[in-house]
């Protein structure tokens, strides 16, 4: 059993950056892969970025944040980060980890395994 809490969420301006962070329960973190989705008002849940088990693994991304996200790990510490850069309001959603089986898988939306209650970032234009 893996327990996941983000933080860092709030409301910033178009441009601004934010860092979320989200601290993994358990002594089993790095041998899960970890991911972010967010899910806007009124849309579906989307794939954000996904890390495979270790700070050296690869990443994906999706298309709309290529370029201006990124997701990184510490397993020393139990915990994922996204890096958020160049905020827009399109941006603006709840904010989700997980911890998955794969991070290719996970940004094919497959594969989650454990969900956090999510934290919500809010863009201004």
């Known amino acids: 059993q893996v327990q996941l809490v983000e933080s860092g969420g709030g409301w910033v301006q178009a441009g601004d950056s934010l860092r979320l962070s989200c601290a993994a329960s358990?002594?089993?973190?790095?041998?899960?892969?970890m991911g972010w989705f967010r899910q806007a008002p009124g849309k579906e849940r989307e794939f954000v970025a996904a890390i495979g088990w270790s700070s050296s693994s690869s990443r994906y991304y999706a298309d709309s944040v290529k370029g201006r996200f990124t997701i990184s790990r510490d397993n020393a510490k139990n915990t994922v980060y996204l890096q958020m850069n160049s905020l827009k309001p399109e941006d603006t959603a709840v904010y989700y980890c997980?911890?998955?089986?794969?991070?290719?898988?996970?940004?094919?939306?497959?594969?989650?395994?454990?969900w956090g209650k999510g934290t919500l970032v809010t863009v201004s234009s």
């Open positions: 997980a911890a998955g089986s794969a991070a290719s898988a996970m940004s094919r939306y497959s594969g989650m395994d454990y």
């Open positions: 358990g002594r089993t973190f790095s041998s899960y892969a």
